[in-house]
């Protein structure tokens, strides 16, 4: 059974950073790819960040150069750090396991920017 546990949103000015946390239960974290992912409201969920097993990463050109995907193996945890943020950031953030042909989620974190 596996548990995603996302942590570190909140309101935050224009232009500062932010770091979300996702902590996974269940064993073999390091065998799959994660990712982060928004919601706005009314709007479709947009993949943001990927990592695979190895460490590679993949943006989409919205946020490359601003949002970093990072893993910690030994913690179970993977972590998205947000930089100049912009109110058009505002949504729900979803971590993501792909495992065994089957998408996990966390419940979400909501991250809020104040223009």
């Known amino acids: 059974q596996v548990q995603l546990v996302e942590s570190g949103g909140g309101l935050v000015q224009a232009g500062r950073s932010l770091r979300l946390s996702c902590a996974a239960s269940?064993?073999?974290?390091?065998?799959?790819?994660m990712a982060w992912y928004r919601q706005a409201p009314g709007k479709k969920r947009e993949m943001l960040a990927a990592?695979?097993?190895?460490?590679?990463?993949n943006y989409p050109d919205s946020v490359k150069g601003r949002f970093t995907i990072s893993r910690d193996n030994a913690k179970n945890t993977v972590y998205l750090q947000m930089s100049s943020l912009k109110a058009e950031d505002t949504a729900v953030y979803y971590c993501?396991?792909?495992?065994?042909?089957?998408?996990?989620w966390g419940q979400g974190t909501q991250v809020t920017v104040s223009s």
């Open positions: 993501n396991m792909k495992r065994a042909g089957y998408d996990y």
């Open positions: 269940g064993a073999g974290f390091s065998l799959y790819p």
């Open positions: 990592i695979t097993v190895g460490g590679m990463t």
